[in-house]
């Protein structure tokens, strides 16, 4: 019989297992009792489900006193860990715990003298999960299409849907016969259905045809050239200057707008702490005046720190909705994302998120200013460095402006059009969008619902409009 195990996805060939793990046959329960005076025994009022606790010794070889003390550090970096996460033991295979350790320090430096000891795992989570499985259905012909998942488990397990739009919808029903999932809105037969958005500009940016030069940015000089590349306008030349230098190009766009959204995808990143630079979007009038910006840049020659601005109004004068880093900076090092920037009714509303797989880092803000009410009529693009620092890696990928269609009333926009990609995680708790967080779109009397065990027959709606890919992983006491 194997006696290894894996935490955290990693095994350690060193490690063996010794008998006498101690880990309860199935998930500690606490029974909750009402005693009453003069009444013999209890009432059960409800059983809750207690954390898991597993202890399992292990045994090691070392070579001398250096080897061990590389031991105990090698175990404290491996077992530590801020989160809970996969544990695994091999005479238990297909089942997978998620656990913390509870050693100290001092516990391993125990563990290490001895050569042998005890690591306790902590599975906050007091199940064990086999493997996942995946339900496929294609979209159908009919308004209502089912899916028939298995849980396999002793446990209720919480699905996870990733749904392929196929046409246009206003809304998405999961149900059950216990319960339901709704996101967006059904229209009846009164309303408006219309798209939220029309698209006015699309540019995979793979052509310098149709950008004009521009001649002024935001505190630098307009120097040097693009080109095109694999992945969108790169800087050919920045030319040279003291301070912010760089190319800068200009576009008009096919009607002016009052109600507009701009997106800009880019890639920014530095392969040292020496790479600075910035990549700006204005927004531009009927007479090529800048009146808002979006921008991503890093300004530190000896710290990797990426920063994002949305701003309303000129270069002086003008107000941050967004100026800075996300909670975890970590999560902009390497940028290939999306800043976005809208108005509508003299709201603005800005958004900053890099994508790996789904949205990541996330900064958004929204801001009340009817003084800057001028028509969006183009968009100007800029890359830069400032003096004789190294640049970084800047690339923009993609430039779309969109019309904001008005949905009040009786009119239902839609929520996805074909090729989107809705996500919904009943465990998560989470309603995503190509990647994106959605949750607003969740129906308020909604909720996110568990499976049983064995068969359980679901009913999505419209059936017709999306494919169904479904996945659920056995739970086990």
């Known amino acids: 019989m194997s006696n290894s195990l894996s935490f955290n996805n990693i095994k350690k060939p060193w490690i063996h297992l010794l008998k006498g793990r101690k880990k309860p046959p199935f998930s500690p329960l606490i029974r909750n009792l009402l005693r009453l005076p003069n009444r013999p025994g209890a009432y059960l009022q409800s059983t809750d489900t207690d954390v898991l606790l597993i202890e399992q010794p292990i045994g090691f070889k070392v070579q001398n006193d250096m080897h061990a003390l590389q031991i105990k550090d090698e175990l404290a970096l491996w077992l530590i860990t801020e989160e809970a996460v996969p544990l695994q033991f091999d005479d238990e295979p297909g089942r997978t715990y998620f656990a913390v350790v509870q050693n100290t320090l001092e516990d391993f430096e125990k563990i290490v003298d001895l050569r042998k000891g005890t690591i306790q795992f902590l599975c906050l989570d007091p199940y064990g999960y086999g493997n996942e499985r995946t339900f496929i259905k294609a979209a159908g012909t009919e308004e209502t299409n089912i899916v028939v998942l298995n849980n396999p488990g002793t446990v209720k ?240 990928q993609q430039i779309r402006v969109l019309k904001l269609n008005d949905v009040s009333g009786s009119k239902i926009p839609f929520i996805a059009k074909p090729g989107d990609e809705i996500s919904i995680d009943h465990k998560a708790k989470s309603i995503r969008i190509n990647g994106e967080d959605k949750i607003k779109l969740k129906d308020f009397g909604s909720s996110y619902f568990p499976i049983k065990r064995g068969d359980t027959a679901l009913m999505v709606i419209p059936g017709d409009a999306v494919d169904i890919e479904a996945k659920v992983r056995g739970v086990y006491h």
């Open 157 to 396: 397990s919480y699905p996870n849907f990733k749904f392929t739009v196929k046409k246009n919808i206003t809304h998405l029903d999961i149900l059950s016969d216990e319960a339901h999932m709704r996101i967006g809105m059904p229209a009846t037969i009164e309303d408006t259905v219309i798209s939220p958005t029309d698209v006015i500009l699309s540019d995979s940016m793979n052509t310098l045809v149709g950008w004009a030069n521009a001649s002024q940015v935001d505190g630098g000089i307009v120097a040097g050239s693009f080109m095109t590349g694999s992945e969108g306008f790169q800087v050919d030349s920045f030319g040279s200057g003291e301070a912010w230098h760089g190319p800068s190009l200009q576009k008009s766009i096919s009607q002016p707008l009052k109600d507009f959204q701009v997106e800009m995808r880019c890639k920014f990143f530095s392969m040292n702490h020496a790479g600075v630079g910035r990549i700006e979007l204005y927004l531009l009038d009927a007479n090529g005046t800048r009146f808002a910006k979006l921008a991503f840049k890093d300004i530190h020659r000896y710290n990797y720190l990426q920063q994002g601005e949305a701003r309303v109004g000129p270069h002086i004068g003008g107000t941050f909705i967004i100026a800075g880093s996300p909670p975890n900076p970590k999560q902009w090092d390497y940028f290939t994302g999306i800043l976005r920037l809208s108005r509508r009714n003299g709201k603005w509303e800005a958004y900053i998120a890099n994508i790996d797989g789904v949205h990541i880092g996330v900064m958004e803000a929204t801001r009340i200013d009817e003084s800057v009410n001028a028509d969006l009529a183009g968009i100007q693009i800029h890359a830069g460095v400032s003096g004789t620092n190294s640049p970084a890696t800047m690339r923009i």
